[in-house]
């Protein structure tokens, strides 16, 4: 199981909820934490799980990609395979779930937490979330998101949110189709829990069938 000090694995009536533990930082990601993330969810035991949340502890569940990587001049030489062969496999795993997915968000959910939660099923928010992805900022182009951004926004909103790095805000984000739910943020757990867990008490086969049934980006 992944270090504890970097995410939390816990289990509740049939719900997995992965959280990210590096508040101090505010879940800021490096290439140990995205290892960790890695390994949780791989390691979660298949047959016992009916659904999975994705969060992070303290007041925000993740600013993106720690600065001093994206900041880095040479981050092309330096991180961008090993970043990309790390979240290839995180996405490859959420995609191909069989139960519901989700993203619980409060605070900020930037860059590469945004990002992944394009792989989830469902995003919550808390009312007072920042969500961007302002990686172009630091002229980093994280090309293969647009198509799961547009899958859900359109065209020309996953250009605006990708080309101009700034924020978009959680209600807009709900009436745009990002988010499905916008709550308290004391709230957002518990909201995604309650979410996957309704669609975990259908019956397992019919929720795998209608998840293949929608497209997903190649």
């Known amino acids: 199981m992944a270090s504890p000090s970097l995410v939390d694995v816990d289990f509740a009536e049939g719900i997995a909820t992965v959280t990210l533990n590096r508040p101090e930082k505010l879940n800021a990601v490096t290439l140990e934490s995205l290892s960790a993330v890695r390994d949780a969810l791989v390691d979660l035991p298949e047959d016992e799980i009916g659904g999975l949340v994705i969060t992070g502890a303290g007041d925000v569940t993740c600013a ?43 605070g900020a959910l ?35 998101s647009i198509p799961y951004l547009e899958a859900v926004a359109g065209t020309r909103v996953a250009k605006e949110i990708a080309l101009t790095g700034e924020p978009v805000a959680p209600e807009r984000a709900r009436e745009l189709g990002i988010a499905n739910r916008v ?17 975990a008490e259908n019956d397992a086969d019919a929720v795998r069938k209608l998840k293949s049934a929608t497209s997903s980006p190649e």
Do not use: H, W
């Open 64 to 106: 993106g990609m720690d600065r001093e990587i994206v900041a880095d001049p040479a981050y092309d030489e330096t991180y961008a395979d090993e970043i990309g062969s790390l979240t290839a496999e995180i996405y490859e795993f959420l995609v191909s779930r069989p139960y519901p997915t989700a993203v619980a968000a409060r």
């Open 183 to 199: 709550v308290p943020n004391d709230e957002v757990e518990a909201g995604a829990r309650k979410l996957v867990g309704k669609i």
């Open 110 to 144: 930037i860059g590469i937490g945004f990002i992944l939660s394009l792989r989830c099923d469902f995003l919550v928010l808390g009312e007072e979330t920042k969500l961007a992805l302002p990686e172009v900022q630091f002229g980093i182009a994280p090309t293969e």
